[in-house]
């Protein structure tokens, strides 16, 4: 029972950065993404790569999944300097489908379907740190550090300017700001951090296959955003608590057959959406229409 709550309370761990690091563009600047799976993958892939034909460590491997993110990403954040709204939902959804394609098809350095086979166990500056309990610790202050980064951003100017792009764009471009630039600084930042939860991810499993970054967990990741409450450092936090242990309670309710609990969770997640866009559009831990209280924990 130990090792399960362990290992659950890792992958919320690791969902909660990914939550963390997409609300950093919706909530912050109005950016909405259905590509954030991708920058996940891109993370995961290079570090299970750097791991496992040139020996990297935790840190390493990290490192070089962020790079290589951030400047794949630079193929979502051009579009935004031209388009804005749906039109940039639909760049991300075409860059997902595409990274997808190539995640299946690219087998020398992805695997394929199949995926990679044999992570070695994550090491940190010469320790050992595959222990599951250790492991939970790395997710957690992975998860810290993330969060104190993204407080500190939003509370600079840097993130006063993101917050007026979200609330009228035409009007922070005409206030000086540069929106393209800004917009682009964002997705790299967020893309860039979504490599770390992909890399934690690797490492815990020692395998990842193409099914883990699908359109799906794009969504799924959203849905951990709106439902803790968008623009709140707390609410995606919250949101990946609530997704990951759903599945996990359904499972304890009795007389309900284990095939049944994928359409029953789905059901419910489509239902509090719904409630949530009705009673409480800004989340769980959102705060209304209190703009002056946007950006604070």
Known sequence: MFTYIVSLATLIGINAILAVTLNFILGYAGIFSLAHAIFF????YTAAVAAMKFGADFAVATAAGMVISGVVS????LPALRVRGEYFVAASLGLQMLALTVFSEWKSVTGGIGG?????????FGFDVSDPVLFLGLTLACLAVILLVIRALVRSSFGRS????RDD?????????NVALLKTLAVMVSSAFAAVAGSLFSFYLSFINVESFVLEVSVQIIAMVIIG???????PVIGAVIVLLLPALLTYIPYLPPTEIGSIQQMIYGLAMVLLMIFRPSGLWGYGSDTQKQGEP
């Open 41 to 44: 993958g891109i993370g995961a």
């Open 74 to 77: 630079l193929a979502l954040a």
């Open 116 to 124: 990679l086979i044999g992570i070695p166990p994550a090491r940190l």
């Open 162 to 165: 993101l917050r007026a792009i």
């Open 169 to 177: 764009e035409t009007a922070a471009s005409a206030l000086g700001k």
């Open 229 to 235: 409450g968008t623009a709140t450092l707390v609410g």
